[in-house]
């Protein structure tokens, strides 16, 4: 699949493809980011050697508040670019990217669900997933709307608000609209932490069967135990992040 | 979606401050058409460049006021001329065409304005190249009459209905008893012909009370002709008071079966003789002289039935209508500058919403401009109203126009220059969201979705 994906980034990107593993969704490099302090002085947030996720692999990054994980996150988007090393994913080096076609790519190849789902009042939950698509460049495809919807069990309630939903149903239309453009990689940031206990087991199997399913390789961020406990494979956010080890104790403002 | 539904829906989201943002732009653009399509149809209606006479001759005093009275049938006519002084015109060698309008009474049914004419009215042009056509046998006798298309409609007057008239004013109560009765009806021409009723001269002298005492009148005519009464020496030896009714003779000093120089014309219209290879739409060669002759007259003037409307129209309506337009047009600037505040306002709380769609693959370029097609939106949709409701406005006021002030408008009228709203307004609508274009363009995604 990844093979597949790279010759479409070559095209749409037109960065070269730089030699990854065959079978590796996402790469990172001595990543480094910090932030500017009132004092001009830099106050380091991220440090990571080396982390990377297989093709369709699904990883739990376990870490507590403050230990720069929504930083990472922020960076493996393409929302932030680090100030050293390299971020690749599917192949293609996104840290060289401009910002613009980091949008794009984003758009194409990264799902995102967040904690608070962060769904548009505005819009249905049909329009929600539709909006997923609608920045991506193609057409939006309301049949595969339609159906990503049936497949979180939301097709009866396609045209309801965000705010006529119950918080699971959101978090669905969240999964939903992640999943739109068919990304390679989706990024969940605490998925079940804004949801009732009796709705935190039906979303984890949700994301995980689609993702599965889909063969979309998957970085969950949580701080519970237990939830990263179903994962075959579990990281933790200070043995990866170098600034975590050194100042865990200093806090973190992302 | 694209981006226009996607800012339709922000818009709708918040549904009172965009329709009220959007109402006032309405309001303005309604204002600015009204203006507009108004002033059009007044300026058209009285910058005829021709309207089928060269001259009209009156008495001396306002040359405005002798336009609106003869072309217009507006205001009240001014001081009579001599019925000898329109003959003596029409036998001016350089004379083509004379014709005599009496003015003064009013349709008791509707108040139409009546003027007294001849046949030879309906032959000149009303406007460029444009013959009156009339369904009927036109005047015949003296009590005929041929009515204009909106007299007949208003009235549900045709040909063979019969009517009376009031004199000098609808509301006056002194009602003439003669029957006239309609042998023509008019096409409507869009000129004030349209409301008018015009009677044969004759029947005009016919009403009892259209000749003043005898000694009046020849007192009058002294005054007019100061040099000598034209071809009645002997009314220049005759003493006006000699024709003075005597109380005790009961005789009202009213002489029924008028001679001439007992009558009065209030206007006649003139064209000059051209020669047969003059241009048709050039001033006959001997107007400008001939014009200068009478003004020359101390009791009579000659006025180019254009020239005081087009000073009006520049001097004053065409001023009027600058200050309307731009205090219509700031109506929709302050319009622009509350669809900036509503949006600059949303903002603020928009940030979140930006930078969930910037997460999810929107470039800068796209977020900036979805708030700008919100901003195109309100102004363009407010605007579209606007022209619709500033029509409608036209076509409500039309009938009450009409009746204050004669002017017939037609409420289907369109002005050209109404097309430069749309692009004004996309201008404008361009302008007030660059800046909360710019804020959302500027949005930091990482600190508004920590946020």
Not at chain 2, 1 to 28: D, H, P
Not at chain 2, 230 to 255: A, I, N, T, W
Not at chain 2, 304 to 333: A, F, S, W, Y
Request: negative net charge; proline residues 5%; hydrophobic residues 45%.
């Amino acid at each position: 699949m990844g093979c597949a994906r790279w010759d479409k980034s070559m095209n749409s990107h037109g960065t070269q493809l730089v030699g990854l593993g065959e079978f590796m969704s996402l790469l990172l490099e001595r990543v480094e980011k910090s932030y500017r302090e009132p004092d001009g002085s830099r106050l380091p947030v991220l440090d990571v050697e080396n982390f990377q996720l297989d093709d369709a692999e699904q990883v739990a990054l376990v870490g507590e508040s403050g230990g720069g994980k929504t930083t990472l996150l922020n960076i493996i988007s393409g929302i932030s670019t680090p100030d050293t090393g390299r971020v690749v994913i599917d192949g293609v080096e996104i840290n060289l990217l401009p910002e613009a076609a980091r949008d794009r790519f984003r758009a194409e190849r990264i799902g995102f669900v967040f904690q608070t789902f962060n769904l548009l009042a505005a819009f249905s939950a049909f329009e929600n997933v539709l909006l997923g698509m609608s920045f991506s460049g193609g057409r939006a495809d309301r049949g595969r709307a339609l159906e990503l919807l049936d497949r979180v069990g939301l097709s009866k309630r396609a045209t309801h608000r965000p705010g006529q939903l119950s918080v699971g149903e959101q978090q669905r239309v969240a999964v939903a609209r992640a999943l739109a453009n068919r990304p390679s990689l989706l990024l969940a940031d605490e998925p079940t932490a804004s949801v009732d206990l009796a709705n935190q087991e039906n979303i984890m199997t949700l994301i995980r069967e689609v993702c599965t399913a889909d063969n979309v390789a998957l970085l969950l961020v949580t701080h519970s135990p237990d939830i990263a406990s179903r994962f075959d494979r579990i990281v933790r956010l200070d043995e990866i992040n170098r600034v975590s080890q050194t100042t865990a104790a200093a806090g973190d403002p992302a | 979606m694209n981006l226009l539904s996607i800012a339709y829906k922000s818009i709708k989201q918040r549904a009172l401050s965009s329709s009220l943002t959007s109402l006032s732009v309405a309001l303005g653009v309604m204002l600015m058409v009204a203006v507009l399509v108004i002033h059009g149809i007044i300026d058209r209606m009285f910058s005829q460049q021709t309207i089928g006479y060269e001259l009209i001759v009156g008495r001396k005093g306002s040359g405005l006021q002798l336009v609106l009275n003869t072309v217009y049938r507006l205001k009240q006519p001014i001081e009579n001329l001599p019925y000898l002084y329109y003959l003596e015109l029409k036998n001016d060698p350089r004379v083509q065409d004379a014709v005599p309008f009496a003015l003064g009474d009013f349709t008791k049914e509707g108040g139409f304005p009546i003027i007294g004419t001849v046949s030879d009215y309906f032959v000149l042009d009303y406007a460029p190249d444009s013959r009156f056509k009339i369904r009927g046998t036109g005047f015949r006798e003296s009590f005929d009459a041929i009515i204009g298309s909106r007299v007949a409609k208003t009235n549900g007057w045709d040909v063979g209905s019969t009517f009376t008239l009031v004199h000098n004013s609808a509301e006056s109560t002194h009602e003439h008893d003669e029957v006239f009765t309609v042998r023509g009806v008019m096409q409507a021409t869009g000129t004030p012909n349209d409301k008018t009723v015009f009677i044969h001269l004759n029947g005009f002298y016919a009403i009892a009370g259209h000749d003043r005492p005898l000694h009046e009148t020849l007192t009058k005519l002294k005054a007019f002709y100061t040099e000598g009464i034209p071809g009645h020496p002997e009314l220049d030896q005759m003493d006006p008071e000699s024709l003075r009714p005597k109380e005790s003779d009961g005789h009202d000093g009213h002489h029924h079966g008028m001679e001439d120089w007992q009558k009065e014309v209030t206007a006649v219209l003139i064209n000059c003789k051209r020669p047969p290879d003059w241009p048709a739409d050039a001033a006959s060669p001997q107007l400008g002289a001939f014009q200068a002759e009478k003004k020359r007259g101390f009791q009579a003037q000659a006025v180019n039935p254009i020239e005081p409307m087009r000073e009006l129209m520049q001097d004053i309506v065409g001023n009027i209508r600058k200050v309307l337009v731009v205090m219509t047009g700031l109506i929709i600037i302050v319009s622009g500058i509350s669809i900036f505040v509503s949006i600059y306002n949303s903002m603020s709380d928009r940030r979140r919403e930006i930078a969930i769609m910037r997460a999810l693959g929107a470039q800068r370029r796209t977020v900036f401009s979805i708030i700008l097609a919100e901003s195109l939106l309100l102004c363009v949709g407010g605007g579209f109203f606007g022209v619709l409701m500033g029509h409608g406005l036209v076509f409500a006021a039309a009938p009450y126009v009409a009746a204050q002030s004669g002017l017939l408008i037609d409420p289907f009228a369109f002005e050209p220059i109404e097309l430069t709203v749309l692009p004004a307004l996309i201008v404008l609508a361009s302008l007030v969201g660059i800046i909360p274009g710019l804020t959302a363009y500027r949005t930091d995604v990482a600190k508004a979705l920590a946020e």
